[in-house]
């Protein structure tokens, strides 16, 4: 081609560059994403609860008090990655590939919402957990943890390669946030995703937290002693109750003779001399007496609940900061009035309820996530919504907020006409739930099923059980009414409800697994075994 010719096709491509540039007009908003692992409704005190009044969370509270609180936020597979995944493609695991935590990379060759935003002349940043095993694409900057991260002197990859850092991770990923702020291009709009570690297991608290709550008394949930009596199997075979599964030395900092080796390859391994002796001058005390109690039984899981709750909330205060901090960065430096301010979570947590922690589960304490979000001048602070809304939902919503086109193949919905109070008449009016990772860490059975805001309707279809609950009988989900003549009618809907969002969504058939062949993967003893014993029953009827 002819140098004059390539010219006049440069500037004709320059001059598109600045139009489209243009008429964005760049009074574009930035979007603030700050994302937690594993930080559960209930310990917000935004959405009130009965830890509200113990464990207060104000800067949290003041994105709801200026913007929304969503009530009702479901997500698509309550587990890291997965999620993940799902707010990164606006898609389903069956779409984006990601299904369970194990094993997978995430395929960062497709279609991401931060490549889209990039094309529309966003700056796109993440600083944080990550956990999807391939590097991050479409982010400008990246500074990610690997896996799972460490709480103290934690390690960062970055482009360049990896190194350590000294101090409190929540501190240290907050500090970069800012960093990355400062230095930005200030002409372009921008999107920061700040995600916290915390508050995922094993919850080490930061140094300046170590003691908060002592003396206090965490409200128990009333279904801390559920006996799993009114569901199928799937409730009652998990491995993760606070009784059984939650250990002294790998779990609550006790150094126990037998459990010491697990609390020495924990955060506690990770100290450095400074470091442990602030947690020995917080916990060896407070460990002899419990030594000493000699607890058993009920007073032990108690006890174990109050140690769990008390590091949870610990580490949950300085997410909180983290929130605070970066509210003040943006108000001083006038990005308050046109940055969209959002929080949300991987997915819930049990804080006790049902005897568990962790999640998976579609009950509603971990399949529900937090979702706050402030945008002044459109969102009208103090807000509530109950719409089913999704982290399906949220790469639509980037978009949207960036004046950027939509895909066709996203599966979700962008929230802005929500958060502008304008619901279109065509919202849905059910969810759908997928969750994979049987076998695996917990031993939650996999999971499908499909919630319309009441009734929940559930299927373990390896195993071939069905639930269904009533939340507005039943808001503890204690009593699946699946069968009872009173519900038929309900039972009928629910399954039409759940085959088209099966189609709508395209899901593949499922294949069931061969449960007498997987490999069991318990931590607790008596689960094991338990579980080696149904195995083998499972077997010996096979063999017959
Ligand atoms: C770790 C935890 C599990 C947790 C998974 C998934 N065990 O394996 O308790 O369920 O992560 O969490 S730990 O002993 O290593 O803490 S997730 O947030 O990544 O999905
Ligand atoms: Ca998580």
Same mark, same amino acid.
Request: hydrophobic content about 35%.
């Given at each position: 081609?002819?140098?004059?010719?390539?010219?006049?096709?440069?500037?004709?491509?320059?001059?598109?560059?600045?139009?489209?540039?243009?008429?964005?007009?760049?009074?574009?908003?930035n979007i603030v994403f700050v994302f937690s692992d594993?930080h559960?409704?209930?310990?917000?005190?935004?959405?009130?609860?009965?830890?509200?009044?113990?464990?207060?969370?104000?800067n949290l509270?003041?994105i709801?008090?200026?913007?929304?609180?969503?009530?009702?936020?479901? @997500?698509?597979?309550?587990?890291?990655?997965?999620?993940r995944?799902?707010i990164?493609?606006?898609?389903?695991?069956?779409?984006?590939?990601?299904?369970?935590?194990?094993?997978?990379?995430?395929?960062?060759?497709?279609?991401?919402?931060?490549?889209?935003?990039?094309?529309?002349?966003?700056?796109t940043a993440i600083i944080g957990k990550w956990?999807?095993?391939?590097?991050p694409?479409?982010f400008?900057h990246w500074e990610i943890l690997?896996?799972?991260g460490?709480?103290?002197?934690?390690?960062f990859?970055?482009?360049?390669?990896?190194?350590?850092?000294?101090?409190?991770v929540t501190e240290i990923v907050t500090d970069k946030a800012k960093a990355w702020l400062?230095?930005r291009?200030?002409?372009?709009?921008f999107i920061l995703m700040v995600q916290h570690k915390a508050?995922?297991?094993?919850?080490?608290?930061?140094?300046?937290?170590?003691?908060?709550?002592?003396?206090?008394?965490?409200?128990?949930?009333?279904?801390?002693?559920?006996?799993?009596?009114?569901?199928?199997?799937?409730?009652?075979?998990?491995? +993760?109750?606070?009784?059984?599964?939650?250990?002294?030395?790998?779990?609550?900092?006790?150094?126990?003779?037998?459990?010491?080796?697990?609390?020495?390859?924990?955060?506690?391994?990770?100290?450095?001399?400074?470091?442990?002796?602030?947690?020995?001058?917080?916990?060896? *005390?407070?460990?002899?007496?419990?030594?000493?109690?000699?607890?058993?039984?009920?007073?032990?899981?108690?006890?174990?609940?109050?140690?769990?709750?008390?590091?949870?909330?610990?580490?949950?205060?300085s997410v909180d900061d983290s929130v605070g901090e970066l509210q003040q960065y943006l108000?001083?430096?006038?990005?308050?009035?046109?940055t969209v301010f959002i929080y949300s979570s991987d997915?819930?947590?049990?804080?006790?309820?049902?005897?568990?922690?962790?999640?998976?589960? +579609?009950?509603?304490?971990?399949?529900?996530?937090?979702?706050l979000?402030?945008?002044?001048?459109?969102?009208?602070?103090?807000?509530?919504?109950?719409?089913?809304?999704?982290?399906?939902?949220?790469?639509?919503?980037?978009?949207?907020?960036?004046?950027?086109?939509?895909?066709?193949?996203?599966?979700?919905?962008?929230?802005?006409?929500?958060?502008?109070?304008? *619901?279109?008449?065509?919202?849905?009016?059910?969810?759908?739930?997928?969750?994979?990772?049987?076998?695996?860490?917990? +031993?939650?059975?996999?999971?499908?099923?499909?919630?319309?805001?009441?009734?929940?309707?559930?299927?373990?279809?390896?195993?071939?059980?069905?639930?269904?609950?009533?939340?507005?009988?039943?808001?503890?989900?204690?009593?699946?009414?699946?069968?009872?003549?009173?519900?038929?009618?309900?039972?009928?809907?629910?399954?039409?409800?759940?085959?088209?969002?099966?189609?709508?969504?395209?899901?593949?058939?499922?294949?069931?697994?061969?449960?007498?062949?997987?490999?069991?993967?318990?931590?607790?003893?008596?689960?094991?075994?338990?579980?080696?014993?149904?195995?083998?029953?499972?077997?010996?009827?096979? @063999?017959?």
């Amino acid at each position: 081609m002819k140098p004059k010719k390539l010219k006049s096709i440069f500037c004709l491509l320059s001059a598109f560059v600045l139009l489209t540039n243009a008429s964005y007009g760049d009074s574009r908003p930035n979007i603030v994403f700050v994302f937690s692992d594993d930080h559960a409704t209930q310990a917000i005190s935004a959405y009130g609860g009965r830890l509200a009044k113990v464990a207060p969370t104000p800067n949290l509270d003041r994105i709801a008090e200026q913007g929304m609180r969503f009530d009702r936020c479901m @997500v698509t597979n309550s587990i890291c990655g997965p999620s993940r995944a799902t707010i990164l493609t606006g898609k389903y695991s069956h779409k984006n590939g990601f299904y369970t935590n194990e094993n997978t990379v995430f395929d960062g060759s497709q279609q991401t919402f931060p490549k889209l935003l990039q094309k529309a002349g966003y700056q796109t940043a993440i600083i944080g957990k990550w956990h999807l095993g391939s590097n991050p694409t479409g982010f400008d900057h990246w500074e990610i943890l690997p896996g799972q991260g460490s709480y103290y002197n934690p390690d960062f990859i970055t482009k360049e390669g990896k190194h350590r850092e000294t101090g409190y991770v929540t501190e240290i990923v907050t500090d970069k946030a800012k960093a990355w702020l400062e230095q930005r291009d200030k002409d372009k709009p921008f999107i920061l995703m700040v995600q916290h570690k915390a508050p995922h297991r094993a919850w080490d608290p930061a140094p300046e937290y170590l003691s908060a709550f002592d003396g206090v008394e965490i409200p128990e949930p009333e279904t801390l002693f559920d006996d799993y009596s009114g569901r199928g199997t799937a409730a009652r075979d998990q491995d +993760m109750t606070i009784e059984k599964t939650m250990t002294l030395g790998r779990d609550l900092k006790v150094k126990e003779k037998d459990a010491t080796g697990d609390f020495m390859k924990r955060g506690y391994g990770r100290l450095n001399p400074e470091q442990a002796a602030l947690w020995d001058a917080a916990y060896q *005390k407070k460990n002899d007496a419990f030594l000493a109690a000699k607890l058993t039984g009920k007073a032990l899981t108690r006890w174990k609940y109050q140690r769990y709750m008390k590091d949870y909330l610990r580490c949950i205060k300085s997410v909180d900061d983290s929130v605070g901090e970066l509210q003040q960065y943006l108000s001083k430096n006038g990005l308050s009035e046109n940055t969209v301010f959002i929080y949300s979570s991987d997915q819930g947590f049990y804080l006790g309820e049902h005897g568990w922690f962790d999640k998976r589960f +579609m009950f509603d304490e971990s399949y529900r996530t937090p979702l706050l979000v402030s945008w002044p001048g459109k969102i009208k602070p103090g807000s509530v919504n109950r719409d089913l809304v999704s982290n399906l939902d949220f790469a639509e919503t980037f978009l949207d907020l960036a004046g950027a086109k939509i895909p066709q193949d996203m599966q979700g919905a962008s929230l802005v006409p929500i958060f502008k109070g304008s *619901k279109p008449a065509d919202w849905r009016s059910s969810h759908y739930y997928h969750y994979y990772e049987y076998p695996g860490w917990h +031993m939650v059975q996999r999971h499908e099923g499909v919630y319309d805001g009441r009734y929940k309707l559930m299927r373990y279809y390896d195993v071939d059980e069905w639930e269904l609950y009533d939340m507005k009988s039943d808001p503890h989900e204690m009593k699946s009414v699946y069968g009872h003549p009173d519900y038929t009618e309900i039972s009928k809907r629910l399954h039409r409800e759940l085959d088209g969002l099966r189609k709508q969504f395209d899901l593949p058939v499922i294949e069931k697994q061969d449960l007498s062949n997987v490999n069991m993967r318990y931590h607790s003893e008596s689960i094991r075994k338990a579980g080696i014993a149904r195995k083998k029953a499972a077997e010996a009827k096979k @063999v017959k």
